[in-house]
């Protein structure tokens, strides 16, 4: 047999992965399938030894059981209680060279920000925090990575990002909340692009409710006939109101609209659903109404 | 450079939330065309549908004629200026300005020749060896033009690139950015919510509201002839005085009545409300604040157009004086001459310019006339 494709392939990704380069003939396929679970093997110990990547990512996918965290990253010259913060940024298309080198010069200093791959569209930056950085900063940092990504790589970017982490032990629970982050926003917020872990409101709960409980509560507050979706000027006209805390003069100045317009507006929709939002029980339940709403649309689109 | 078509462009979300709704628009090769609305009112999601950042879901967008729905974003030929741009900061101006075009991989002297041209256009020749950390927010905000000059595309498009600057510099960057699209002769779309740079910059002006367009003109004539109530009160700062009021027909005469006080519309307005039968409806008047006068002489020649209220705050701001007053429960702003002698708690009498009051329907609040 000699060299076989396959060998030639796992060969090269051992080369990429530890420099190290072999030269290996098999004469029968069961001789091949042993050479290939070596190579795969080396290439997998030497990842899990040297490789920061691999380590990082194996951490966030809870692949690294905890006592054996400080250990590993003190091999691999990882400071382990540098306080940091995660962002999880997911691109349109797949991930290419040109994203991958935004990224990198954004973050030039490597042995500070690690880039991982997470998935064929997904990268997680873990970038260390300063010490009089803010929430503030890091919704503006993310604002800037997708913004340079647009504009550099021309891709669309939406990204999340997690609470201040004192220790490395917190990447798992950062990487959950920061996906969790990326579902909801996508989900509830889509217009928008970045989604910050601590400002998913109530989507962070409805996004865990089967449909059936959400039908049922549609049902309980419409009856049977659940309204038709508002049309966007009503939709715009709610949502200013809700912003406004219910204050009829601000919300119709801001939407440049006359106060009796407004007023009008808000009784068409009483009539539709049955709820006065300008009470606050009932703007509290039109606001988790509309939003279970758009959740099933979402779910039934998908 | 290039022309545009948009053509019921179309934003609608997976939850349903319709964006932006049947967008039409032509523009002409090396236009400056502005997108000024409030926020949320889908300026930025048509620019970056524009771009290719949005999938478009309803409408065709063509771009020198050829339809780009489904064509990817570097395919455009387009470069982007966005409100949170970011300098390599490890790099230098000139290496800012080629990285792009490295990462194309453009053939070196190539980019040393286009970095060059970006680099004389906005005048960064001498600093073309700094880092970012050595210069001005002005120069670290021509360096992001730079970067999309390089790519000499055939569109501009540009999404607030100056909201993060101080006043003072955004006034600046404002005449650069208008020089530079005399210089470029670029077709350029810019996206901002800031009225005054779209009265600047812009040869046409989109404004939009809730998604939908709601009139396409020049600075000069969105001012002077908005087609309805919320582009009227959207354009102009401070903005358009609003006024519920009642129209009188008694003969040959016009009047319109805002509370005890009886305003005579002008022959030249006249027409629209008896032709549309007004008589006896509410309609909303409008007057801009400069058209409220204060001054005796035109309160003299003008008897059957005055009001009269007290002055609430006085507010200098040098060359000229911004007076706020109630009429009827609403609140009215004049903006006169300095020298006035109007001050806070003062009795006034002011004269409105009629032949300058634009009217409403109060149901439609579509302009009955300008």
Known sequence: MGHTPELDKALSELKKVTGIVLDVYVDSPEEQEFALAQIHSLSLAYKEKYNKSHFLQSLMTEGIPAYDILKRASNLHIDAEVPRVLFLAETKNILDDTIIQVLKNLFPSQSKTYLVSMSEKSIAIL?????????????????????????????????AYSGNMDTLSE?????????????????????QTVFPYNQLGVGRLIYRLPSGICESFLKEIFGNGAPEPFD??????????????????????QLHMHRNTLIYRLEQIEKKTGLDIRKFEDAMTLKIAIMVMNYLQTERNS | MASLSLKGIQKIYPNGFQAVKDFDLDIEDKEFIIFVGPSGCGKS????????????????????????????????????????????????????????????????????????EAARILDLEKLL???????SGGQRQRVAMGRAIV???????????????????RVQMRIEISKLHE?????????????????????????????VVQQVDTPQNLYNTPCNLFV??????????????????EGEDVTLTVGEHVLKVPASKKKALLDSKYDGSTVVLGIRPEDVHDSEAFINSSPDSVIKSKIKVYELLGAEVFLYFDVEGTQMTARVNPRTTLRNGDDATFALDMEKIHLFDKETELTIVN
Not at chain 1, 180 to 189: H, M, R, S
Not at chain 2, 151 to 169: G, Q, Y
């Open chain 1, 232 to 253: 966007a000027e009503t939709t715009a006209a709610i949502n200013k109101f809700f912003q406004n805390n219910l204050n009829i003069a601000e919300t119709s100045r």
């Open chain 2, 151 to 169: 790519r000499h595309p055939k569109v501009f498009l540009m999404d607030e690139p100056l909201s993060n600057l101080d006043a003072k510099l």
């Open chain 2, 232 to 249: 009227a009160g959207f354009i102009g700062s401070p903005q358009m005085n609003f006024m519920d009021a009642t129209v009188k027909v």
């Open chain 1, 127 to 159: 970038r260390p925090l300063k010490v009089c950085e803010t929430d503030e900063d890091m919704d503006h940092l993310s604002h800037t990575i997708v913004d340079t990504l647009n504009m550099e790589a021309l891709t669309h970017v939406q990204i």
């Open chain 2, 183 to 211: 210089n470029l002769g670029a077709t350029i779309i810019y996206v901002t919510h800031d009225q005054t740079e779209a009265m600047t910059l812009g040869t046409r002006i989109v404004v939009m509201k809730d998604g």
């Open chain 2, 129 to 135: 060896d700094r880092k970012p950390k050595a210069l």
């Open chain 1, 171 to 191: 990447l798992p629970g950062a990487f959950r909340e920061t996906s969790l982050a990326l579902q909801v926003g996508k989900l509830f917020y889509s217009g």
């Open chain 2, 45 to 116: 999601t048509t620019l970056r549908m524009i771009a290719g950042l949005e999938d478009i879901s309803g409408g065709t967008l063509e771009i020198d004629g050829k339809v780009m729905n489904d064509v990817e974003p570097k395919d455009r030929d387009i470069a982007m200026v966005f409100q949170n741009y970011a300098l390599y900061p490890h790099m230098t101006v000139y290496d800012n300005m080629a990285f792009g075009l490295k990462l194309r991989k453009v053939p070196k002297d190539e980019i040393d020749k286009k970095v060059r």
